[in-house]
């Protein structure tokens, strides 16, 4: 995933957040429509995908023990095997609701999967994407439990030892307890926030320090449940008589969004008139509107 260069007609295919195991909000599908969505959606992907990358809070829960995982999601599990079996690579980005992988998904499902954020080069496009948990400055509170709980040893040690009725249903319970109520939300769609402008998005803030340091052309995250395309500052690039144009050296961070309600994801190609490898934004049976800033 690091260097690619595309194959002729191939494209890159980018989702994340689906959230599956989560039914509490009557307002958006249930879980198992979405999960039959995702399905119909990696089937119309995998026909010109080189790749397929998901990033992040696929599952509301996910752990995996030494002898067992959570039940259910066989249908995603069974059309990520068949895909990756098919010679499409598969990559999975752990999220804040299943980072507790530990070697199940690249052994059973032949996925490549990574806990970090990663920068990659795509038909030279320099991109960073993550899934978005825990970036830049603020929620200081998940960056405390993250380290002192979710990924502490001890901590993981002694929760193995509940029985998964008793593991899996707190973790259901607490993740729900996040979560806006029907009377929050007034009974609309459920997302985490508005967007109240660059300044005050945490994972943009994150790609601005990168951006002073090591100018990439893309951002892509997960995470802030909101299909966001958000202009970075212009690259600096020396003036040559190669340079393109003014609006192809500008950088921009996306968001995926998430498929509770809005269905959004990127894809990543090349334009067959001008040759120019590009993302573009789109969603999947729902006529969702992307925030652009």
């Not at 795509?122 to 380290?147: A, E």
Request: glycine share 6%.
């Amino acid at each position: 995933m690091q260097n690619i260069t595309l194959s002729p007609f191939k494209k890159i295919y980018i989702a994340s957040d689906f959230h599956l195991g989560y039914s509490k909000d009557e307002a958006g599908l249930d879980s198992l429509e979405r999960e039959k969505k995702i399905l119909r959606w990696l089937e119309m992907a995998r026909k010109d995908a080189e790749l397929i990358i998901l990033l992040g809070d696929i599952f509301d829960f996910w752990y995996e023990y030494k002898k067992a995982i959570p039940k259910g999601f066989v249908r995603l599990q069974g059309k990520i095997a068949e895909i990756t079996d098919s010679g499409i690579d598969v990559v999975f980005f752990t999220g804040n609701h299943d980072l507790w992988m530990f070697g199940y998904f690249e052994k059973e499902l032949g996925v490549k999967v990574y806990h970090e954020p990663q920068q990659v080069t795509w038909n030279n496009k320099k991109i960073t994407l993550g899934h978005g948990d825990g970036l830049g400055n603020g929620d200081y509170s998940y960056k405390f439990m993250k380290k002192a709980l979710f990924t502490n040893p001890v901590c993981r040690f002694f929760f193995e030892w509940l029985h998964p009725n008793v593991g899996i249903g707190l973790a259901h319970f607490w993740s729900n307890s996040r979560k806006p109520s029907k009377k929050q939300t007034n009974k609309k769609p459920k997302q985490i926030d508005k967007y109240r402008g660059k300044e005050q998005e945490w994972i943009w803030n994150y790609c601005h320090e990168i951006q002073q340091k090591t100018p990439q052309d893309y951002y892509i995250f997960g995470h802030r449940h909101l299909p966001l395309m958000i202009e970075m500052n212009k690259k600096i690039i020396a003036p040559t008589e190669d340079s393109q144009d003014e609006a192809n050296n500008k950088s921009y961070y996306f968001n995926t969004g998430e498929w509770m309600n809005q269905f959004t994801y990127l894809v990543f190609e090349v334009e067959n008139e001008t040759q120019l490898a590009t993302l573009k934004r789109h969603c999947f049976e729902a006529d969702t509107k992307w925030i652009i800033d």
